[in-house]
């Protein structure tokens, strides 16, 4: 008996092959069905392997929200390669020190980003291939059609290790180069299957994602897949775009950062609508106004759900469910919370000599779950020094209640000493 291939292909390949005939993706109005991001993944793979793309090669992603971001995640995961995701808002010389760093061999990139890419294949390093996805190429760089044009729809053959790297996502400090994030496939899939429980993702949902694909909104739309949804990706965030696809396209599930919740509330006090299709509205990122939480629960009602997660464990550390978002007094403060651990998460809180406080007591947050990275690559140090001990130290500081909701304070490096005490911004 062998070992049950646990990897990302295994959940989405298969999901694209039984949701074949349903809708799944609406960019800049053309609607793209199962099948057809199947095949157009298919045909994308397989131009890889033969530029030598294969498991736990990393492949840079260079675009912006589009249907081609999409279709290469798709043909990444097919081949159990690393995907490399750059946020379109880097400068030039941070997405080169990326490209160098992670050892890309393939660079997608859109029009914006493809300077810099281009960059790095000149400089005759371990990137050897640069695909654009729109526009006229320069100097040794391929176009997307030319690319797959030639290639097969067919699934292309490749044995993938649970060991395999998946994923190296970049994050950035207050301080240093961005490291990069090293999760295998083992571990992605678990934490695919725990946003397919704590997201609540159903097969009938409508979700519009306009946040960058590169970093939580891409997690989310991988779940929606598994779950046979339809997902309206946007370039950029437009409040009244979003409003109006509630109203007019019936959308029922949005994901945003909470500043993009109070531009939504402000465009719909000036332009009253019907929002009775939405039914969840998933944030995080960043703290939230309880005041302006409050606004939107009055404005849209019990829709909202809380997640708190980092790109070395992501988005579901902890969640806060709907039933969680009440006005009520005797459970109002719960919205100052980010809620209860995830299924296979556990929280804790450490005071400054390693001990374990006890609620109601702060300190620094650290976790454990069955989906945390393996590590910084090419930094140990870094690497021992957040993860210890099955830990991951989050640098969060925040203290846990009774009932294990957890409520964060600050960041462990904001931290300052006054007259012998610890003072948190």
Same mark, same amino acid.
Not at 117 to 122: D, E, G, S
Not at 190 to 195: E, G
Not at 362 to 365: A, D, H, Q, R
């Given at each position: 008996?062998?070992?049950?291939?646990l990897?990302?292909?295994?959940?989405?390949?298969?999901?694209?092959?039984?949701?074949a005939?349903?809708?799944?993706l609406v960019v800049d109005?053309?609607t793209w069905?199962?099948a057809d991001?199947?095949?157009?993944?298919?045909?994308l793979?397989?131009a890889l392997v033969?530029?030598?793309v294969?498991?736990?090669t990393?492949?840079?992603?260079?675009?912006?929200?589009s249907a081609?971001?999409?279709?290469?995640?798709?043909a990444?995961?097919k081949?159990g390669a690393?995907r490399?995701?750059?946020n379109?808002?880097?400068?030039?010389?941070?997405?080169a020190?990326?490209?160098?760093d992670?050892?890309a061999v393939?660079?997608?990139?859109?029009?914006?980003q493809v300077?810099a +890419?281009?960059?790095? $294949?000149?400089a005759g390093? %371990?990137?050897?291939?640069?695909i654009?996805?729109e526009g006229?190429p320069g &100097? !040794?760089v391929?176009t997307w059609?030319d690319?797959?044009s030639?290639?097969?729809?067919?699934?292309?053959?490749v044995?993938i290790s649970?060991s395999?790297?998946g994923?190296m996502?970049?994050?950035?400090?207050?301080t240093g180069?961005?490291?990069?994030?090293v999760?295998?496939?083992?571990?992605l899939a678990?934490?695919?299957?725990?946003?397919r429980?704590?997201a609540?993702?159903?097969?009938?949902?409508?979700l519009?994602?306009s946040s960058p694909?590169?970093?939580? +909104?891409g997690?989310? $739309?991988?779940t929606?897949? %598994?779950a046979g949804a339809?997902?309206y990706?946007?370039?950029?965030f437009? &409040? !009244?775009s979003?409003?109006?696809?509630?109203?007019?396209?019936?959308?029922?599930y949005?994901?945003?950062?909470?500043?993009?919740?109070y531009?939504?509330?402000?465009?719909?006090?000036?332009t009253?609508g019907?929002y009775?299709?939405l039914?969840?509205?998933?944030?995080?990122?960043a703290?939230?106004s309880p005041?302006?939480l409050?606004?939107?629960?009055a404005r849209?009602?019990?829709v909202?759900?809380?997640?708190?997660g980092q790109?070395e464990?992501?988005?579901?550390?902890?969640?806060?469910?709907?039933?969680?978002h %009440?006005?009520?007094?005797a459970g109002?403060?719960r919205?100052?919370s980010c809620?209860?651990?995830a299924?296979?998460?556990?929280?804790?809180?450490l005071?400054?000599?390693g001990?374990?406080?006890p609620?109601?007591v702060?300190?620094?947050?650290v976790?454990?779950t069955?989906?945390?990275?393996?590590?910084?690559h090419?930094?140990p140090?870094?690497t021992e020094?957040t993860l210890?001990?099955g830990?991951l130290?989050?640098?969060?500081i925040?203290?846990?209640?009774?009932d294990?909701f957890l409520?964060?304070l600050?960041r462990?490096?904001d931290?300052?000493i006054?007259?012998?005490m610890n003072?948190?911004c």
């Open positions: 008996m062998t070992d049950y291939p990897c990302l292909r295994t959940l989405l390949a298969g999901a694209l092959r039984k949701y005939h349903r809708p799944a109005g053309r069905s199962y991001l199947d095949t157009a993944s298919n045909r793979a397989n033969a530029r030598g294969g498991p736990s990393p492949v840079a992603l260079m675009m912006s929200n081609e971001y999409v279709v290469a995640d798709l990444i995961i081949l690393a490399v995701p750059l379109d808002m880097l400068s030039a010389d941070e997405a020190y990326i490209l160098r992670s050892g393939v660079a997608i990139a859109d029009a914006k300077e +890419a281009a960059r790095r $294949l000149a390093e %371990t990137l050897h291939t640069v654009l996805t006229s &100097p !040794g391929l059609d690319v797959v030639t290639a097969s729809g067919g699934e292309p053959r044995d649970p395999d790297v994923v996502m970049y994050t950035g400090g207050t180069l961005p490291k990069g994030v999760h295998v496939q083992s571990s678990l934490n695919l299957l725990v946003h429980v704590e609540e993702i159903r097969s009938d949902e409508r519009l994602l694909l590169p970093h939580s +909104a997690f989310l $739309l991988q929606a897949l %598994t339809l997902t990706v946007e370039r950029r437009d &409040p !009244g979003v409003l109006r696809a509630i109203e007019h396209h019936r959308v029922s949005l994901f945003m950062v909470p500043t993009m919740i531009r939504l509330l402000d465009r719909a006090a000036e009253p019907d009775s299709a039914r969840t509205v998933l944030y995080g990122a703290p939230i005041e302006r409050e606004e939107a629960l849209f009602g019990p909202f759900m809380q997640l708190y790109s464990a992501p988005n579901f550390i902890t969640r806060l469910p709907r039933e969680a %009440t006005t009520d007094p109002a403060h919205l100052r809620g209860q651990p299924p296979l998460a556990e929280v804790r809180i005071d400054e000599t001990h374990e406080c609620p109601g702060e300190g620094e947050v976790v454990q069955a989906y945390t990275m393996i590590g910084y090419n930094l140090e870094a020094k210890r001990d830990w130290h989050t640098g969060d925040g203290y846990l209640d009774d294990s409520y964060l600050d462990k490096n931290m300052i006054s007259g012998g003072v948190y």
